[in-house]
Structures are given as structure tokens and as C-alpha cells.
């Protein structure tokens, strides 16, 4: 991946999808026959990309899709929509749809685990931790140099993070009901032992060693249960951001990439130029993540340029201010500012409860849900 001062950094999206049964509108542990589907007859037959493949995930209702590295968002998006035409149309080859959303709305009873015996071991080890994720995550990569270059940048883009957690709440509604969380996703993530905010690491040394001893602790079973907020690439050099919900808008998935590959840029810049390092502890940065999924952007989050209370507007304004210039650079900039309105005026979570209250069951959340995802890719023919 190119990365570096004054090239655009490559930047890849990782994306979890709920499988349901559009009849029952729960859940449906059949990736198995989904992936099988997109192996044996669909485009993943002969890959041209990644985003043809569809990869197995914890829970027998999910799949995981991905795209390639790329500059332009515009390719990204591209790959986004095309990746949930793959998972789509396998999916309904079967009988079922895909959805996108940060966790699971109806439950299909006891989630069955995926055969894996990674996976069956950390359901035996973490036991109802695991169980009642049931989550689905967008996860951004962003290129970085070194591992050296990714921890600084790491240890000054958490207090944002919160943020971007709010922009991209999508996960109100839980095993049929309403959580009063924007995000309970966030909520159900970070019960995992080594999920979460971290304070400053310092330096890659003190990044390896806090890994060693989560893993020493069994905390985390190896290097993939390092579920920091942010974390160094097990096989790639890349900072992984791991703190947004899927989105049902792929608008919404990449407006929240081209900040995160901003936050990251501008991070760089700032270690390399020797600016100082706000410190924050770990509880303030945990409550930060705590409010941004109760509220999402519906009302005020801390600004972590004050470290007060804000209205979300404003919070979001000051962090695209922050990451402009890394904006301009890599051509995001009129994207992301269009973008601000847009996610403001109605995100994820929003619309998941407007569509509740139009028919006041959560079921309709679920058919809401499934057709626009599938207008993701529908309509880009």
C-alpha cells in the first residue's frame, strides 16, 4: 500500500452483513450454503477482486465482505456496492437478504457458531460475551509506513474516535426491542476484555508489550482478539479503525472512511512535526465512546478539542476543521463536507426509528432494512 507525506494514502473497508429471512425477518444461520452459493455460481467462482469473495464470520448469520486498496473513494464506493451485490445475490439464491446494520434487530434463537475452531474456541473461553455480540462492524484500513508510524497515530486519533462512533450509530433496536442506544452495538463490542479505548502506548514497545499481556492474561486468545478501537494490521500495513457500525447508506460508510484515512494523515503530520500529544485516560476516553452510543448525533458529544459538551454539529464541524487539510490533499474534502448535512439530518439509527414508528414493529425495521440495502446495489445498475 502506498502511504506517505506526500502521496495519497490507499485505504480498504471491511464490512459485516446480517443474513435474515425475509419472511420470519430473523436471522438465518446459512452463510455456509451463502458462501458455498457465491464459491460454485457466482462472480467469486473466478475473483477479479475482493470484492467477489464473500469470508465466514463468527456466527453462521453473517458474512464478511472487503474491498481492495484504493485512492479514490470513488473506487471505494464502487467496490462497497458491488461486494453487496455479491452477498446479495448469493444470499438470495437461497432464499434469504442481506442487511446492514451494527447488530442483530430479531434474533433466529441460540446463534450457532461458525465452523471454526478458532470460533468455537472463543465461544467456549468468553462464553455469553460472545454470544450476545451478534455485531456487525465497518472496518477501515488506512496505509501507514511502519508499525512505529501506525502506533503514533494511534495514540493521537482516539479522542476522535468517539465521533465517529456517532456518525455512524446504527444499532438501536436489539432482540426486538429498542435499547435507547443510537449504537448498541459499541455497547455489546466492548464487553470483549480487550475491546475498547486505549490511553497513549508511547511508542511500538509499549504497544507490543500491552498486546503481550493481554494475550499473557487470556484476555485475548491471539493477535486477531486485540479489539482496540485501533490497532496495528495482524497481516498488512495498515492502521484497522474498528469503532463504526455497519452502515445501511454506503454514503455513510465511505463519508466516515475519508475521515478516518483525514485523522490518520493528519496524525502522521503532526508526530513527524514533534507537535504535542493531548494526553487522556482511559475512563474519559471510555465515557466519550459511552455517550457518542446513547446519542449518536442527535444531541451533544464531547469535543475533544475543548473537552466539554457540545452539540454534535459543532463536534463534527471541528473534526472535519481538524482533518481539512488531509481532506484537500487527498480530494475528499467536497465529499466529506456534503456529507455533514447528510448524516446530521438523518443517520443510521434515525432512520431505523422512523421506520419503527411508521408501523410500530420492529419487524418493519427489518423489511425497512433489507430494502435499502439492497437499493445499495439495486439501483446502481
Not at 462464553?127 to 508510524?149: F, K, L, N, P
Not at 456517532?166 to 436489539?174: D, H, I, L, M
Request: with cysteine; aromatic share 4%; charged share 30%.
Amino acid at each position: 500500500m502506498d502511504s506517505g507525506g506526500d502521496r495519497i494514502r490507499t485505504l480498504g473497508v471491511e464490512e459485516e452483513l446480517l443474513l435474515v429471512d425475509p419472511e420470519t425477518r430473523q436471522v438465518s444461520a446459512r452463510s455456509a450454503e451463502v458462501l458455498k452459493e457465491n464459491r460454485e455460481h457466482g462472480e467469486g467462482r473466478a475473483p477479479h477482486s475482493a470484492s467477489d469473495e464473500l469470508d465466514q464470520e463468527l456466527f453462521l448469520h453473517q458474512v464478511e465482505t472487503r474491498t481492495d486498496p484504493a485512492t479514490d473513494l470513488a473506487d471505494i464506493e464502487r467496490q462497497l456496492i458491488a461486494a453487496r451485490r455479491t452477498a446479495g445475490e448469493a444470499a438470495a439464491a437461497q432464499g434469504l437478504a442481506v442487511i446492514a446494520s451494527g447488530i442483530v434487530p430479531i434474533a433466529g434463537g441460540e446463534p450457532q457458531v461458525s465452523d471454526n475452531q478458532r470460533y468455537r474456541d472463543m465461544v467456549e473461553t468468553f462464553g455469553e460475551t460472545a454470544r450476545t455480540g451478534q455485531t456487525c462492524g465497518c472496518h477501515v484500513h488506512v496505509a501507514i509506513d511502519s508499525r512505529e508510524e501506525g502506533v503514533a497515530v494511534i495514540d493521537r486519533i482516539m479522542p476522535w474516535l468517539p465521533v465517529l462512533v456517532a456518525v455512524t450509530a446504527n444499532s438501536p433496536f436489539f432482540e426486538g426491542r429498542d435499547t435507547g442506544y443510537a449504537s448498541w452495538r459499541t455497547q455489546a463490542w466492548t464487553r470483549w476484555p480487550s475491546a475498547g479505548a486505549t490511553e497513549q502506548f508511547g511508542s511500538l514497545e509499549g504497544y507490543d508489550e500491552t498486546s503481550r499481556l493481554l494475550k499473557m492474561t487470556g484476555a485475548a486468545r491471539d493477535d486477531g482478539m486485540l479489539y482496540y478501537d485501533a490497532r496495528l494490521s495482524i497481516h498488512q500495513p495498515t492502521v484497522e479503525v474498528r469503532v463504526l457500525d455497519a452502515c445501511t447508506d454506503v454514503a455513510d460508510a465511505v463519508f466516515a472512511a475519508a475521515l478516518v484515512r483525514g485523522l490518520v494523515e493528519t496524525a502522521r503530520a503532526d508526530a513527524a512535526a514533534g507537535l504535542p500529544l493531548a494526553r487522556w485516560r482511559a475512563e474519559i476516553l471510555r465515557a466519550c465512546t459511552w455517550r457518542a452510543s446513547r446519542v449518536g448525533l442527535a444531541s451533544s458529544l464531547v469535543h475533544p478539542g475543548e473537552r466539554e459538551v457540545r452539540p454534535a454539529r459543532e463536534v463534527l464541524t471541528a473534526l472535519v476543521d481538524h482533518v481539512r487539510p488531509a481532506l484537500g490533499e487527498a480530494g475528499d474534502l467536497d465529499r466529506v463536507e456534503e456529507g455533514v448535512d447528510r448524516v446530521l439530518r438523518a443517520g443510521g439509527a434515525t432512520r431505523q426509528r422512523a421506520a419503527f414508528e411508521r408501523a410500530g414493529s420492529v419487524g418493519a425495521v427489518v423489511d425497512d432494512l433489507v430494502d435499502r440495502t439492497a437499493r445499495t446495489w439495486t439501483e446502481d445498475r
